[in-house]
């Protein structure tokens, strides 16, 4: 008599297959691939999965040929190939399918496991997930990744947070497969409980706006305004790179001005001049909004990509609206070159202070805790920001934890004054030429604002209460005081209720 074949559930499934896998990674894209790969140089077993199951085998057969990689066709079979507890690195697109993964994976897990979103998800569904994952017992971290195809091969900047308990399950994987700066420390580091990791690596990418519009605009104003050619371009920023703005942004600016076509001409000049983006410096100006923190400068980086991308308009507009006529740069070269230098130096330390000024809102909101000296650090090596600027910043917060603002340490004070002169310049040399220097300009009026004592909002005050009876502060009485005047002498004594959006 035929015996009929046993069937096992899933649970069952899974208990029977040989745990022998480190951890496992769903998603696999060139940034999953190469996170996979690295792990495997650094000695752990990855079991992977993807939901089109053949870019499995794929990916076995030509990329990791000869690795220890193992393929799962099932999540099934991928959560029964790991040792306990179970860890799963999510590297897929950002928004539901991180949830639809998540409530397939659930079923398969038991409290203890680990789940890691490692994709570019908004912070505050890593916060609901965080919530959600904790009241079934599962670990849920979400992990800012920066580096692009090359960090994640090679060394990328990790910015875990959520769960503090998963965090020494997973603390040596992935400090051996981040980048190392001086003496081999990671740039990664536990960041902080529920959404940290994701909110800063969401910071970290609308810095990341400003800095690359802060370059384009001294692209625009070395071109435009002082008639360089691609050549002088890019031995300008070989320059640069030498000195205070050596960073990775900087350095691959040179390339891109060295780099020619097929027909031997500057690849740079025949790029559409419409730049794209995918929401990331739109969230951080909207949580600068929703939290009180004035990013102005990555607002205008990210406005400035929308007008960017309104080309036929601007062609348009270009044949009707009247710049300056017969506006020419007459002066001394080098000094104007300079000029733009401190302009883009001054600029770039605005830009990385108002993403501090998020930072310390938001954690102290929820409070975080976030170690702003070690995000620094973290963002030293492997990420898109990577610079020896970062360095200045973590010493910065070494000799004042507390420090409220970056402009106010002694370095960064004194450098803005150092560039002040030049920065100034350079903001009038665009006006006067007609050259747009919105983030240049952005950072330059911030840095007025911050530093007056006296701004002209008691006006505003004064205007909103005369229209809607809003109230107002006195500057002879104390702070949280507030008064009511009949300007009209028709609007009588009542007041509006007091409160700020």
């Known amino acids: 008599m035929q015996c009929a074949p046993r069937r096992y559930n899933q649970t069952q499934f899974i208990l029977l297959m040989p745990q022998t896998a480190d951890i496992a990674l769903i998603g696999l894209a060139v940034m999953g691939q190469n996170i996979v790969l690295n792990m495997n140089d650094h000695g752990y ?73 490692g994709g570019n998800s908004y912070y505050e569904d890593t916060v609901r997930r965080y919530r959600e994952l904790k009241e079934k017992g599962i670990l849920f971290v979400g992990s800012g990744v920066s580096g692009g195809e090359e960090g994640a091969r090679h060394g990328p900047s990790l910015m875990p947070g959520g769960a503090h308990e998963a965090w020494p399950h997973i603390k040596a994987i992935f400090q051996s497969i981040a980048a190392k700066v001086e003496n081999g420390v990671p740039c990664c580091d536990w960041v902080g409980e529920s959404g940290a990791g994701h909110f800063v690596k969401m910071v970290h990418n609308g810095i990341e706006y400003g800095d690359m519009q802060l370059i384009s605009e001294a692209y625009h104003l070395l071109a435009a305004g002082l008639g360089l050619d691609n050549d002088r371009i890019a031995q300008t920023f070989t320059d640069w790179n030498k000195g205070e703005l050596d960073s990775y942004l900087i350095e691959i600016t040179s390339n891109i001005f060295k780099f020619k076509d097929t027909d031997g001409t500057p690849l740079v000049d025949r790029i559409l001049d419409a730049a794209g983006q995918k929401g990331t410096g739109k969230w951080t100006v909207l949580s600068g909004l929703d939290h009180a923190a004035p990013v102005t400068l990555i607002a205008e980086a990210v406005f400035a ?71 620094a650090l973290m963002w030293r090596g492997g990420c898109i920001i990577r610079s020896r600027f970062l360095g200045d910043i973590k010493a910065a917060f070494d000799r004042n934890p507390n420090l409220t603002n970056l402009v106010l340490d002694h370095f960064f004070t004194e450098a803005l004054k150092k560039a002040q002169g030049g920065w100034r310049r350079t903001v009038a040399l665009g006006a006067t030429l007609g050259i747009p220097t919105t983030t240049f300009s952005n950072a330059l009026a911030f840095y007025d604002a911050y530093r007056s004592a006296r701004l002209p909002a008691n006006l505003i005050q004064a205007q909103r209460d005369y229209f809607g009876a809003h109230t107002y502060e006195r500057t002879d009485k104390s702070r949280g005081e507030f008064f009511h005047t009949n300007w009209t002498g028709q609007g009588g004594t009542t007041a509006s209720t007091t409160y700020n959006a």
């Open 45 to 117: 077993v990855v079991a992977v999965y993807n939901r089109t199951v053949s870019k499995v085998d794929d990916f076995l057969a030509h990329e990791a040929k000869g690795t220890n990689v193992i393929g799962a066709h099932s999540l099934a079979e991928l959560v029964g190939l790991l040792k306990k507890p179970r860890r799963i690195m999510l590297l897929v697109k950002a928004g539901a399918a991180v949830d639809e993964f998540i409530g397939h994976l659930v079923p398969l897990l038991e409290p203890g496991d680990i789940i890691i979103d």
């Open 305 to 375: 990509r929308i007008i960017s991308s309104l080309k036929a308009e601007r062609v348009a507009a270009s044949t009707v609206l009247a710049g300056p006529t017969d506006a020419k740069f007459t002066g001394d070269l080098s000094l104007a070159i300079e000029d733009v230098r401190h302009a883009l130096y001054a600029s770039k330390i605005i830009s990385y202070a108002q993403g501090y000024m998020l930072l310390r809102r938001v954690s102290d909101q929820f409070d975080w805790k976030l170690n702003y000296g070690g995000i």
